[in-house]
């Protein structure tokens, strides 16, 4: 065996013997791929983030030769080769439903001379330790769980689908002027109805429960849509759970005194939803009679909804939903879900859960009609206080620097949806899908990606992607667990028929593949 300095000086002398080839390489100039074959060789993947499946290197790189172990592995950030810009829709995988595509990325930018492989310190000698490299800046960082490849270095609000979908969000944007006009008049009614419905029989305890997306800071397009939920507190209930969904129930007291004021809606010992909601609709379409000041008409009652529908001075919806509040331990089927503790940590979830819950007169489906005497389990007033606080950092939100895209990406599905239904309102098929489904699958797609890096504004381009191909991926398997109950599928072909699922997901393609000309000209 040879002693350890025979080594070095041989290795040393091989090296120098390598200097005039790397110089002649150097002066040549930095070797860029953009008239080559997309068959040839390629590099190795960058590990897959959680959004789908990492995309392949746009650059190549020359593996090093066995015997120069002591050159520096790594290219300084400026010799990426330049590559040149594709379309959105060549760049995303097209046969894979959990793939994340990037739309309208531009290659990356040099910011420093393109190195030679040898590099300058061997020319300084072989056995000068190779210096460290210097920490990336903050373009030069993928965000943990997206996609890995080139574009990623590049500034998405540069990219041209990102500033598409920002002067989309600008549109959308409401002014306080509007909203506080639009509020004003729905608090007033709504506060005149709440007056009346304490003087009533059964329900002397109701309090409005402020929730809906207008309290989420999440309302899109025009203040003219309104949810309002009236709660009322009934103490010492028992649930039956109905069918094997873990979402509905049957409602009955576990004591009745005479003197319950809620004994006037019992069936067969049973609290009777449909009785009680007619109750309230019948308070309700009597007292808005009585509103002199603006004009307000009662909407017809759609089958199977537990919403009283208002229309206020011709412009304005308010859907006002009775809830029974429950100050007790959430149902069994509700143990696995509320999966936050990755994201909003598991405190917070435990917080959470000690909350009260809440069930509104929800029929159940049964067979092609209604079970009418169920109640559904709501958890509103949680989604609410998660978009709120909606960032892995507590100050998510709070300023610019700790600011990222989550509502901006909500924002823009749910306008998605809202433009395909408005588009297509007379072929019905999209009649059964709501902002609540897309709010459910945005849930989910943030406890698999918690990061608030997965979430930067300047990644919007390709968060709005990833947000598009995961609810395509729900449509596609007709799978979508509700948040909080996961035996609850939203998407079961009893709830919403495949053909629907079918024309929605192809509807959605069409869009991303042509840069959703559902937005309109920006």
């Not at 860029?32 to 068959?39: C, F, K, L, M, V």
């Not at 067969?268 to 009585?290: G, H, P």
């Not at 603006?294 to 304005?316: F, H, Q, Y």
Request: with cysteine; proline share 8%.
């Amino acid at each position: 065996m040879q002693p350890r300095q025979g080594k070095a000086t041989r290795r040393a002398s091989e090296a120098g013997a390598t200097v005039p080839e790397a110089s002649a390489r150097s002066a040549r100039g930095a070797r860029t791929d953009r008239n080559e074959s997309p068959a040839a060789p390629e590099a190795a993947l960058p590990e897959a983030g959680k959004f789908g499946p990492a995309r392949k290197s746009g650059s190549r790189q020359k593996k090093s030769p066995p015997d120069t172990q002591e050159r520096s592995p790594v290219r300084a950030t400026g010799a990426r080769a330049k590559k040149a810009p594709q379309p959105a829709q060549d760049a995303r995988p097209s046969d894979s439903p959990s793939a994340a595509g990037a739309e309208g990325l531009e290659p990356p930018a040099a910011r420093e001379p393109a190195l030679s492989r040898a590099g300058s310190r061997r020319q300084r000698g072989a056995r000068c330790p190779p210096k460290p490299r210097p920490p990336p800046g903050p373009l030069d960082v993928p965000s943990p769980g997206l996609p890995v490849s080139v574009p990623i270095l590049v500034r998405r609000d540069a990219a041209p689908g990102a500033r598409k979908l920002r002067a989309v969000l600008e549109k959308l944007r409401l002014s306080h002027q509007d909203i506080s006009k639009a509020a004003k008049v729905v608090n007033g009614v709504v506060g005149h109805l709440l007056h009346r419905l304490k003087c009533e029989s059964g329900f002397g305890g109701v309090e409005r429960l402020h929730t809906g997306s207008y309290y989420e800071h999440v309302k899109i397009s025009a203040p003219n849509e309104f949810d309002v939920m009236f709660k009322l507190e009934v103490p010492r209930i028992q649930l039956e759970p109905y069918s094997d969904t873990g979402a509905y129930y049957f409602v009955k007291f576990k004591r009745n005194p005479k003197e319950n004021p809620l004994s006037q809606f019992l069936e067969d010992e049973i609290l009777s939803a449909s009785k009680m909601l007619s109750k309230f609709r019948k308070i309700i379409k009597e007292e808005i009679n009585n509103i002199k000041d603006t004009d307000v008409i009662m909407k017809r009652k759609r089958r199977g909804s537990p919403a009283v529908t208002l229309l206020i001075n011709k412009e304005i919806s308010v859907d006002i939903t009775l809830a029974l509040e429950l100050k007790t331990s959430w149902p069994t089927s509700t143990q696995d879900g509320l999966a936050v503790k990755n994201w909003l940590s598991a405190k917070v979830r435990q917080q959470l859960r000690l909350k009260p819950f809440y069930l509104v007169p929800k029929h159940a489906k049964e067979g092609n009609g209604f079970q009418e005497e169920t109640w559904r389990l709501s958890f509103s007033h949680i989604e609410k206080e998660i978009l709120s606080n909606h960032g892995k950092c507590k100050t998510c939100c709070e300023n610019k620097e700790t600011k990222c895209c989550r509502k901006d990406c909500l924002k823009l599905m749910k306008y998605l949806l809202e433009q395909l239904k408005e588009k297509f309102k007379d072929k019905k098929h999209l009649d059964k899908f709501s902002s609540y489904h897309v709010k459910t699958a945005f849930f989910h797609l943030c406890t698999d990606n918690p990061q608030d890096s997965q979430w930067d504004p300047k990644d919007l381009g390709l968060c709005f992607d990833n947000c598009v191909t995961y609810f395509l991926q729900c449509l596609r398997t007709e799978q979508l667990k509700n948040f909080f109950i996961p035996g609850f599928n939203l998407f079961s072909s009893n709830l919403i028929d495949t053909s629907s699922k079918e024309f929605l997901s192809k509807q959605i393609e069409y869009e991303r593949n042509n840069e959703f000309p559902v937005f309109g000209e920006i």
